[in-house]
């Protein structure tokens, strides 16, 4: 057990008693407490043994009892009667998305409908729309989450899956028999979700049934889907499925180039070999047109040895191109011509903005987010909390913004001196008419801020493009926030055209945030390098609603480096005073 896992399983409880129809302070309560244990700073272990877990807010002992069973025994009684007493369809409904707990209580209650099949039929012979508080338009959008929820499954965030290889990975790794082992499809392109995680490993032909042994029998491991004498498949926990492959060391190059895809980009990578007379596959290179008559790479080896991709690469005289950019979308011409970029690393970054504080909805105070960013050896951190209109984030309404200000100013004063500056931002909201959440006058107190839409996602493609592109003309909009509000495998974008949203970032010199947050990689990586092109900067921003939030900082850099991006072109790579001077230079 670990804090992770107890706070999903607060979380789901305060779900299945929103779903019974409990009480709504009840419900808040285990969603608060499930949002306490995840951003915990201490040791959650040692808070159970030593009986301080009543001392945290919102913990009464109810929650203490409940949260010590857990972690002693694993599981939670109180949990799995809830789990029990509903049916798990109805579970299972409110993962559509829009659709949540009270309104799957009506359908279970008036359609006797327990299950996403007989909301569908419910839905397709009009009898939701008959319901109190649905209509048409309801009814219509849930089939439209049921189709959506279809699509969406069987797929992964990144973190997710990349949390689940990396344990992988090292297990296999210490195996004695594996020489060199490595994850690769979508998962090392860095795309923002995954479908399946493949392995290879490289070992002598006689070790392979072992390395598969192992692979199956990992603790992460809970079904097998096949298993060969060379290949396995199998579900590991949270559902993702993983591949594993075990290939001599001399195909292993091939194999990785292979396997790691994009399937366009191996197209177009086999397309060249063939112009140059050679086959290519996951064995190795062969005399093309021998493949079918005689025999390929598979088994007389490669015709051209090749130690590592590079030197795949460099066979068919490209550049290195690094797994990110393998998406066939110009890169082999770029390669070829010498014209990769250099891509930024996670390295390069200096700080961060974007940052919520126990001001709105922040789980932690400016001060330990300004400790924990100091801790990850950063220079600076830019906060920006919620905005008037944000009432349910608690939002901070005018009188509240000079003490929010001076806040900041006083921590900066305090933690200057241990090497990081602290940047007054907020994160103002673009209203449904375009205007911003405050007066200009208390805009022009923030050292940035960033504009962000949070309400009104249904309006049509113009108006919300006309919306935005009017509030990034406001000379005191530094950045704009999450561009496209989508929220992956789960709410789709909002209609808008980012290619009129980014030319009025570079008209107007805002900053177009590439926001880390896992579920969101918003900015997306295609339009990254469009954005370069009319020369608009990114910011990568963790959204931090806490201090493990910052943790996203990689794979948004990974995010960015799909974008085709350089140090030059993201702002937290400069130092502080250059990137103050950035931030200030729009106003001027
Ligand atoms: P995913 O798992 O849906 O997130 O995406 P990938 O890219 O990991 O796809 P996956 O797991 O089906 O296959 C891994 C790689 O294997 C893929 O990126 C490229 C290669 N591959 C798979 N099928 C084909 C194919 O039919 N032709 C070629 N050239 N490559 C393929
Ligand atoms: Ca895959
Ligand atoms: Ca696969």
């Not at 007989?118 to 209509?135: M, V, W």
């Not at 797994?323 to 082999?332: A, H, N, S, T, V």
């Not at 959440?437 to 113009?462: N, P």
Request: aromatic share 6%.
């Amino acid at each position: 057990m670990d804090k992770a896992k107890v706070a999903e399983i607060l979380e789901e409880i305060g779900t299945l008693l929103d779903l019974k129809g409990e009480n709504p302070f009840k419900v808040r309560a285990y969603h608060n407490a499930a949002r306490l244990i995840g951003g915990l700073q201490q040791d959650l272990g040692a808070l159970v043994e030593t009986g301080q877990l009543r001392e945290l807010k919102g913990i009464g002992e109810a929650l203490s009892e409940k949260i010590t069973e857990l972690w002693k025994t694993d599981r939670l009684k109180y949990h799995d009667d809830l789990k029990a007493s509903l049916p798990s369809g109805l579970v299972e409904m409110i993962a559509i998305p829009g659709f949540g707990p009270k309104r799957a209580q009506v359908v279970h209650k008036k359609l006797k409908a327990d299950s996403i099949e007989k909301l569908e039929a419910a839905c397709k012979d009009g009898r939701i729309a008959q319901l109190e508080g649905f209509g048409e338009k309801s009814q219509e959008n849930i089939l439209q989450g049921i189709e959506q929820l279809r699509r969406f499954a069987g797929r992964h965030h990144y973190h997710k899956a990349l949390a689940a290889a990396l344990g992988i990975l090292e297990s296999l790794r210490e195996h004695p028999a594996a020489i060199r082992c490595e994850y690769a499809g979508s998962l090392r392109r860095c795309r923002e979700t995954v479908g399946d995680v493949d392995f290879l490993v490289s070992a002598k032909e006689k070790d392979a049934p072992a390395l598969i042994e192992r692979f199956v029998r990992l603790p992460g491991v809970i079904s097998i889907n096949a298993k060969g004498e060379t290949k396995s498949s199998v579900v590991l926990d949270g559902g993702i499925q993983a591949d594993l492959r075990v290939v001599s060391d001399a195909q292993f190059p091939f194999a990785l180039a292979y396997f790691t895809g994009s399937k366009e980009h191996n197209i177009a990578l086999r397309v060249r070999a063939l112009a140059r007379g050679l086959s290519l596959n996951e064995y190795g290179f062969s005399k093309a047109g021998k493949d079918k008559d005689e025999k390929g790479a598979r088994d007389t080896g490669s015709v051209i040895q090749c130690r590592t991709e590079e030197d795949i690469h460099e066979a068919m005289e490209l550049d290195y191109i690094p797994p990110e950019l393998r998406e066939e979308m110009g890169e082999i011409e770029a390669a070829e011509k010498g014209k990769l970029p250099k891509l930024i690393e996670k390295e390069n970054l200096r700080g961060t903005f974007h940052c919520h504080s126990t001001w709105t909805d922040g789980a932690e105070t400016i001060g330990s987010m300004a400790v924990a960013a100091q801790e990850l050896g950063l220079d600076y951190l830019g906060m920006a909390d919620h905005s008037k209109s944000e009432f349910q984030a608690r939002g901070l309404k005018d009188d509240q913004i000079p003490g929010y200000i001076a806040e900041t100013r006083k921590l900066d004063r305090k933690f200057r001196k241990l090497g990081l500056r602290i940047f007054a931002g907020i994160e103002v909201d673009i209203l449904e008419n375009g205007s911003l959440d405050y007066s200009d006058k208390i805009l022009a107190q923030f050292d940035y801020c960033i504009a962000a839409v949070h309400r009104g996602f249904t309006m049509d493609e113009m108006t919300m493009t006309a919306r935005i592109v009017k509030a990034l003309a406001n000379p005191h909009v530094t950045m704009l926030a999450h561009p496209t509000g989508r929220l992956l495998l789960s709410r789709e974008a909002y209609a808008v055209d980012m290619r009129a949203v980014i030319e009025a970032c570079a008209k107007h010199g805002v900053i177009i945030e590439l926001n880390s947050h896992p579920w969101r990689l918003d900015m997306d990586w295609r339009w990254w390098k469009f954005a370069k092109e009319r020369g608009v900067k990114c910011a990568i921003n963790p959204d931090a609603h806490g201090t493990p939030d910052f943790q996203s900082l990689a794979i948004g850099v990974g995010i960015a480096r799909k974008g085709w991006l350089t140090r030059d072109d993201v702002i937290n790579c400069l130092p502080a005073d250059k990137v103050e001077a950035v931030l200030k230079a729009r106003r001027k």
